[in-house]
């Protein structure tokens, strides 16, 4: 499975993914020494969840989005914006025009769908000199006092045959960098410099299953499991004094200057 399997939902996915915090762009901005009129490369942009607040810098963005739909829905989304343009393809496979350098390449939560050690080569070869790549990671976490729900619909995912990790998501000091070796080990990069967010968005049962209907994990279920899965998650969480669930996202923000 690739990334272009959200393009089934590329609507829904865009209704329903939640942006990100603004302190992670601050961050990239910082890290990178990004400034007004920058030109970015973003590696799978999907519907645009990250792509808007690079464009609110006044960054120049050439987004490379794999899924037509999922593009689609991001060009209707960024019509009239003269410094966003919108190209389906595999990041891999994208050649920049002419002889083109940019000042970044960034993936918000799109990274790891692309093969390793062509995507480092690829960026290298993208980058000026001083250029960076800026990745961010996304993790359902739970912090000390979080919501238990997720620890304890993990039972519905063990009888459906799709176990998570044991006791639910982990707290965020647990998370580790690992994304820091990969990014050194490929020679072509700088050791980043990381930031770390932890936020949270509260969901009804049919929002949050909303949201889970755009998981890729999710979309592979079959239908039998997902209406056992979606069913037990409309009980529990109406059975709450407040029927309600508040989810914790982790991002962590890497950025990486070429060598």
């Known amino acids: 499975m690739d990334g272009i399997v959200f393009d089934s939902v590329a609507e829904l996915y865009d209704r329903v993914r939640p942006v990100y915090p603004e302190p992670v762009f601050d ?23 990250a792509t808007g607040s690079l464009v609110r810098r006044g960054w120049s963005v050439t987004a490379i989005e794999p899924g037509a739909d999922l593009a689609a829905v991001a060009a209707d989304r960024f019509v009239g914006h003269p410094n966003v343009s919108i190209t389906v393809s595999r990041f891999e ?29 690829k960026t290298a070869s993208l980058l000026r000199l001083g250029g960076v790549l800026a990745l961010v990671e996304t ?11 997720f620890a304890e619909i993990q039972e519905v995912y063990d009888q459906i045959g799709e176990p998570g990790p044991p006791g639910g998501p982990s707290p965020p000091h647990e998370i580790e960098e690992t994304l ?22 509260t969901y009804t049962a049919d929002e949050y299953i909303d949201v889970l209907r755009t998981y890729s994990g999710h979309i592979a279920m079959t239908e039998r499991q997902r209406q056992q899965l979606f069913g037990a998650i409309r009980e529990r969480i109406g059975a709450r004094e407040h029927p309600v669930v508040e989810k914790h996202y982790l991002n962590i923000v890497y950025v990486a200057r070429r060598r």
């Open 27 to 49: 961050d990239i901005a910082e890290l990178g020494r990004l400034a007004d009129g920058s030109r970015i490369v973003e590696v799978g942009p999907g519907t645009g969840q």
């Open 139 to 149: 993790h359902h976490v739970c912090p000390p006092g979080g919501d238990r729900f």
């Open 93 to 121: 496979d994208w050649t920049p025009p002419g002889d083109t350098l940019y000042d970044a390449v960034v993936a918000a939560t799109a990274w790891h769908w692309i093969d390793p050690a062509a995507g480092y080569r």
């Open 180 to 201: 820091g070796v990969e990014i050194v080990d490929s020679g072509w990069f700088e050791a980043p410099r990381t930031r770390r967010h932890v936020w949270s968005r």
